[in-house]
């Protein structure tokens, strides 16, 4: 068979990406449900963490369940479009994001940690090579931080992609988000030595400028849009 | 398995470990090598999952090689390569998610490893599937075992650990050493690369050019 004719090489093509095409549409249909299933396991890993909770090997649904007492669903204003905790998780920031502030859905998960009422708020932004996100849980005073929890998608290992070690999330714990007057400030980012005036600081990663500076900025715009709810005192607005 | 293992395969498989190394002679795949290296874990997984897409994707156009028409092969090697690379990519979602977390960005370095290119059309358009099969698990531990040389410099000098785990002692930092800050960046490993090749080709006289 000559396989240099014009009409076999276009067969050839054609036949090629129609069999790739069913085959790969075939794999991702068959193991949609199964993916959903793990992203979502992941994201209830991802908030348990960020509460300084050791999943280890325990089911971590069962877990979420337990801690997590309750979610809210809020907008800018701090006004609760919904106190249901299903709603809220299911909420994608990103989504949420490219919407204009006023019309945000803004989760807050609502945990209870020995006794002690938690809030998670959920954070996305951009780092060097892709997004980054992360959990960012608060004391009952809604402004000290009680743990963190950062991830990334392509950060580059051994410089930006420390952002995800506990080393660096644990060096936010106790940092506070608001300033004395109540008012919303953030926590900066800077280059290992230097400080920030104003407001609470973390040493950034040596060689991960760009994604330190991508935390930095992903903190000011996603728990900026919290800033009405973070100022209303604590009304113990969790459910048991 | 005298015939699995005649004197050509077993040439096909020890040569790329080291006279015929992807990395250290046919400078293939440099860029993940930058790219992967900073610690150890990322360069074996990298390196384990290229040996594994390149021996399977050798397979796969070594069964086609008569069929496939001359002027669109380099196309019909890459759909291969990304469909291959794709696949495994879900399965990994859906049965070890913990992994493809790990793995992310390499999986889809690995469609972009010119090793695979390479050795697709070298050798697998032009050689028996079981041959071609070797050809690739060869070619993958020879770019392995660079990625883990460069790594482990890397990140014992750069980070003071090996595979995540604290080797220099705390009284080594206290008496003045500091991690170097440089091994970290992609540069070094070209740097390392290049000390690779260097040794490499000063004991084997045969690689030297005149």
């Known amino acids: 068979m000559d396989t ?149 998608a392509s950060e580059t290992p051994g410089l930006g992609a420390e952002i995800s070690q506990k080393s660096f999330q644990a060096e936010f714990i106790g940092k506070k988000v608001m300033n004395n007057e109540n008012k919303f400030v953030s926590i900066a980012v800077v280059k290992p030595g230097q400080t920030a005036e104003g407001m609470d600081y973390v040493d950034g990663i040596s060689g991960g400028t760009i994604t330190s500076k991508g935390v930095d900025a992903m903190l000011m715009n996603c728990i900026g849009q919290y800033e009405t709810f973070l100022q209303q005192p604590a009304t113990g607005g969790a459910k048991q | 398995m005298s015939k699995l293992f005649s004197a050509k395969t077993k040439e096909v498989f020890l040569g790329p470990l080291s006279k015929n190394n992807p990395i250290g002679v046919q400078v293939l795949g440099i860029c993940s090598a930058l790219a992967v290296t900073a610690k150890l874990e990322p360069a074996i997984v990298m390196g384990l999952s290229v040996t594994i897409i390149v021996a399977f994707s050798n397979v796969i156009i070594s069964l086609l090689r008569n069929t496939i028409p001359n002027r669109i092969r380099i196309i019909v090697q890459l759909v291969v390569v990304a469909a291959l690379v794709t696949v495994v990519s879900e399965f990994l979602k859906a049965f070890a998610y913990d992994v493809s977390v790990q793995l992310s960005v390499y999986i889809g370095l690995i469609i972009t490893n010119c090793i695979l290119m390479g050795r697709l059309e070298a050798f697998a358009m032009s050689n028996k599937p079981w041959e071609s099969f070797v050809d690739g698990l060869g070619n993958g531990f020879g770019y392995a075992i660079v990625l883990i040389i460069v790594a482990f410099f890397r990140e014992l000098l750069g980070s003071g650990s090996l595979y995540g785990i604290r080797v220099i002692p705390q009284a080594v930092y206290d008496a003045g050493y500091m991690n170097n800050g440089l091994m970290l960046m992609p540069p070094m490993a070209l740097i390392i690369v290049a000390c690779v090749i260097w040794v490499h080709r000063s004991k084997n006289k045969d690689l030297q050019e005149k």
Do not use: C
């Not at chain 1, 793990?38 to 280890?56: A, G, R, Y």
């Not at chain 1, 809020?74 to 909420?91: C, G, R, T, W, Y």
């Open chain 1, 4 to 152: 240099n004719k014009n009409s076999y090489t276009i067969i050839f093509a054609t036949v090629m990406v129609v069999i790739v095409a069913l085959m790969l549409a075939f794999v991702s249909g068959a193991l949609k449900d199964k993916q959903t299933a793990n992203v979502k396991l992941d994201k209830k890993k991802q908030i348990l963490t960020s509460l300084s909770v050791e999943i280890d090997n325990q089911d971590a649904d069962e877990l979420f369940n337990k801690i997590i007492t309750g979610g809210l669903v809020i907008n800018s204003k701090a006004e609760v479009l919904s106190d249901s905790k299903e709603q809220a998780f299911e909420i994608d920031i990103n989504k949420e994001l490219s919407k204009p502030l006023e019309k945000r859905q803004l989760p807050v998960y609502i945990a209870n940690i020995d006794g002690k009422t938690k809030y998670v708020v959920s954070l996305r932004g951009a780092g060097l090579w892709g997004p980054i996100w992360g959990y960012l849980s608060l004391n009952d005073d809604k402004n000290t931080v009680f743990g963190s929890y950062f991830s990334h």
